[in-house]
């Protein structure tokens, strides 16, 4: 099985790794394989993988050793064959997942709790829960086993930590915010900031119209297996929580506003902003830089996409993409007739004698 070399890297033979992937090895299974990689970065070391025929055409140049290969994909023969393994299975993507888990160097935890962590009297800290450097825990607060907070984590009060969740540097999680278990938030996330809230108010200090801020009351809860990208923030309700449903994945820089409920295994790409009390079905995509109304409901299993700026409900199920987003064959249909406008143009211009269009 696998084993450390000296610089602590994992190395395993292509027998072994078919074995651990169920896969149907062709090719030498003593080759020791102790990295992965790209085709064209491959080695005779390396572990590549190949998908499709456009990758497929691509292994005869390559030097990796190995490959794990979608079965049904059809590779060129070389002469180096007898010296090379292929793996053949289902789905290679699939299949890779579990050797990048074996490869991927764990995250590294505090091992304990760090001398400078300074915690509230009223706090409940489970031993079996880590707590590094310039960690502040909150009053009344509890971390459950297992879970670790690492440096310079602010929890507020009455926090919760559930069971096995990793909350990396510089996270803020403000009072009464509620995280389930195994959930991963990655470094500078803040969670449970108050909502972006105002009315107008009739005269401001400067003796000119003023804003009134609007308390938010509520709190964040996060379901189970939920991952929290870099700098994401996630605001507290005006009354009630913000929910975030168990297993979905949001990525970094992404702003979902107060009483927002997004369901389960939904995901969330970079820089997508959700405004207030938007409603997010089960298994709903959303596409990197996307921007939604308020009060809007996108349908389970709906997707949007990348850059779209979303001013309407979506049914459960439907595509849409654009600016502003439309059903995606209407949007195709308007990219389609804008790409011929400059053609139309100069025919016009000839019609009419007119120059400037």
């Known amino acids: 099985m696998p084993v450390q070399t000296d610089n602590n890297a994992i190395a395993l033979t292509t027998g072994e790794m078919a074995e651990r992937l169920g896969a149907e090895l062709v090719g030498p299974a003593d080759l020791t394989i102790t990295r992965l990689d790209s085709l064209d970065r491959a ?9 499709d025929a456009r990758n497929a055409s691509r292994w005869s140049a390559s030097r990796a050793g190995a490959a794990i290969v979608t079965r049904g994909v059809e590779l060129d023969a070389t002469d180096d064959e007898a010296r090379r393994a292929l793996l ?23 091992a304990e709790r760090h001398p400078s962590a300074a915690v509230d ?21 509890r971390i459950e086993a297992g879970a670790a907070l690492h440096a310079n984590v602010t929890l507020g009060a009455d926090v919760v930590i559930g069971a096995g969740s990793d909350i990396r540097a510089g996270v ?6 509620v995280i389930g278990r195994r959930v991963i938030i ?7 900031a108050d909502g972006f809230g105002y009315r107008p108010a009739p005269k401001g200090d400067n003796g000119g119209p003023g804003l009134l801020k609007i ?12 991952e929290i990208g870099s700098c994401t923030t996630i605001d507290r309700g005006k009354f009630g929580s913000t929910v975030i449903g168990a297993g979905t994945k949001i990525d970094n820089l992404v702003q979902i506003g107060h009483n ?10 970079g820089a997508a902003g959700v405004s207030g009390s938007v409603t997010i079905g089960d298994g709903a995509t959303l596409g990197g830089g996307v921007g939604i109304k308020d009060n809007l ?13 979303l001013m309407d409900d979506v049914p459960p199920g439907e595509a849409w993409a654009g600016y502003p987003a439309a059903p995606i064959r209407e949007t195709m249909r308007i990219v389609a007739a804008t790409r011929r406008l400059p053609d139309l143009l100069k025919r016009l211009s000839r019609q009419t004698g007119d120059d400037r269009a």
Do not use: Q
């Open 43 to 51: 080695d005779e070391a390396t572990l590549t993988f190949i998908r």
């Open 88 to 110: 053949y299975v289902e789905d290679a993507d699939l299949a890779l997942i579990g050797v990048l888990e074996l490869f991927a160097p764990a995250h590294v935890r505090p």
């Open 121 to 141: 009297a009223t706090a409940h800290v489970d031993p079996g829960a880590f707590l590094g450097p310039g960690v502040a825990v909150g009053p009344r607060t």
């Open 172 to 177: 803020v999680i403000e009072d009464r915010c």
């Open 186 to 192: 990655h470094p500078n996330a803040v969670i449970g």
């Open 215 to 226: 308390p938010h009351a509520g709190a964040v809860e996060i379901g189970d297996d939920v």
């Open 260 to 269: 927002c409920r997004i369901g389960r295994c939904c995901i969330i790409c």
């Open 297 to 309: 409901t996108i349908g389970a299993g709906a997707s949007i996409g990348a850059r779209a700026a």
